[in-house]
């Protein structure tokens, strides 16, 4: 007779259905091949016994009660489904577990997670920060685990659109350029065919950059300049505000400035550019020695220039948004002005009113620079020129900020 959930529920371990003691696990019968067997432990095992090829066997179909009376019997019924289609159930279910292992092994995610330790080592720590930050927030939870071969255009194009539809339209277009990166990696590495991204040119509204916020005008640069000397803060963020215009470098290399990187007695600080993976020399004027001299007793014994407020010891730099956090205390728009902003009004008023060569310019902004021949410069090209550039540079901000003329940018005829 096939078993009912009273007597599933009922059987107990050490006594038989028909009353007997026993020490060991005891079957009780369903129909069709299935059975309940009770372990001596309590536990209650579904089972399914079938031949194939002439040879006795079973197999697993769970425990009871996460698998019920009638789960079970449909779990049967399936098993028994695939015999008579020629199939042998238990190798069935070996091969969906083997498929499953290889698609979780070549899962977008751990691809993608592949890719990402093998490259980030030669990104910024805030490249890869971000990078890192959106596949976990914006792509694994959607389409992490699926094999990556598997995963198709419009399945990203619907990971992207959920970024746009919070209205970070940059954010969905720098996703998929990321996820462009992990499956061409994939194709390389023989787990994909190709890279659906490719379908989706055009697939999201365009979008505009935003340009970094600078004054490039002499006379309102000057004005900028006697507001920011203005500033009362820590000596710190003092020295960092009045060297950020004078060195205009990227706002992650100056917070990031190291001492052992600095030779204030050649007027010299020479230091790896991640971003272009080459090595970079800016010839420190006169103005910028002196600022770094008064800074050097605060912070001369750590390892940073400019550390951390948080950190006394000097071993952690200043964070990311200080120098602009300072300029907003200070009444300085961030729509008018920005620590990246120093590097577009030197690039401007250096060409268009100081009149100095733009290679010079690009070369000292740690621009990739090519010879005619398509090679790149070295850190030492055009030195002693720049060296002049550079105290031009700081003589000329120190004229307009004491009210000396300024001269007009040129600008062309329309």
Known sequence: MPLSDTQIRNAKPGLTPQGKQTDKSYKMGDSGGLYLEVAPSGGKWWRFKYRFDGK????????????????????????????????????????????????AANSFEVVAREWVAKHSPNWAKTHASRT???????????????????????????VARRIEERGALETAHRVLSICGQVFRYAVATGRAKRDP???????????????????TEPDKLAELLRTMDGYEGTLTVRCALRLAPLVFVRPG???????????????????HVTKTDTQHIVPLSTQAVAILRELEPLTGRGHYAFPSARNPRGD????????????????????????????????????????????FIEHQLAHAVRDPNGRAYNRTAHLPERRKMMQAWADYLDAIKSGANVTPIRRAAS
């Open 56 to 103: 006795q066997k079973r197999l697993s179909l769970g425990v009871y009660p996460d698998v019920s009376l009638k789960a079970a019997r449909e779990r049967r019924d399936e098993a028994r489904t695939l015999i008579t289609e020629g199939v042998d159930p238990a190798e069935h279910r070996k091969a969906a577990k083997a498929a499953k292992s290889e698609r």
């Open 197 to 215: 991204t490719r379908d989706l040119r055009g697939a999201l509204p365009p979008y505009k950059g935003k340009h970094f916020a600078a004054v």
């Open 253 to 271: 290399e100056l917070r990031q400035a190291q001492w052992a990187d600095i030779d204030l007695d050649a007027a010299e600080w020479r230091y």
């Open 316 to 359: 952690r730099p200043m964070s990311e948004n200080t120098v602009n956090a300072a300029m907003r205390r200070l009444g300085i728009p961030k729509d008018e002005m920005s620590g990246h902003g120093f590097r577009a009004a030197a690039r401007t008023i250096l060409d268009e009113v100081l009149g100095f060569r733009p290679d």
């Open 132 to 158: 890192i930050n959106r596949l976990e927030g914006d792509v694994y939870p959607w389409i992490g685990s699926k094999a990556i071969a598997e995963i198709e255009a419009p399945e990203l194009l619907t």
